[in-house]
């Protein structure tokens, strides 16, 4: 079992950026993954980010590409999101996960590819 924990979520003005933080507890020596994604009233969950522990190497998705940055925290077993340029529709509640399907089977921004989420972060902007 792995235990998800967002946090850095609140209220900011449109342009304003926030970071969010998603700490891994539990069985974490076999995850080689995180991913970020959210969650809007009244729309489907849609894929953020994602970061794979080998060669650092991250994904997003094109609504916040160049806006948002995925890192990894080794020490603190954590992943974090910098969320720069913030726009209202980015307002949802965001949810960290980690995969469960192997390595050569993981497709980042598919939720299907996650096993383990967090129980959410709201992430409100105003205009």
């Known amino acids: 079992q792995v235990q998800l924990v967002e946090s850095g979520g609140g209220l900011v003005q449109a342009g304003g950026s926030l970071r969010l933080s998603c700490a891994a507890t539990g069985r974490t020596s076999s995850s080689y993954a995180m991913g970020w994604f959210r969650q809007a009233p009244g729309k489907e969950r849609e894929f953020v980010a994602a970061?794979?522990?080998?060669?650092?190497?991250?994904y997003y998705a094109d609504s916040v590409k160049g806006r948002f940055t995925i890192s990894r925290d080794n020490a603190k077993n954590t992943v974090n999101l910098q969320m720069n340029s913030l726009k209202p529709e980015d307002t949802a509640v965001y949810y960290c996960?980690?995969?469960?399907?192997?390595?050569?089977?993981?497709?980042?921004?598919?939720?299907?590819?996650?096993?383990?989420w967090g129980q959410g972060t709201q992430v409100t902007v105003s205009s």
């Open positions: 996960a980690v995969p469960r399907v192997s390595a050569g089977s993981y497709d980042p921004p598919a939720p299907e590819s996650y096993h383990y």
């Open positions: 970061i794979r522990w080998i060669r650092r190497q991250t």
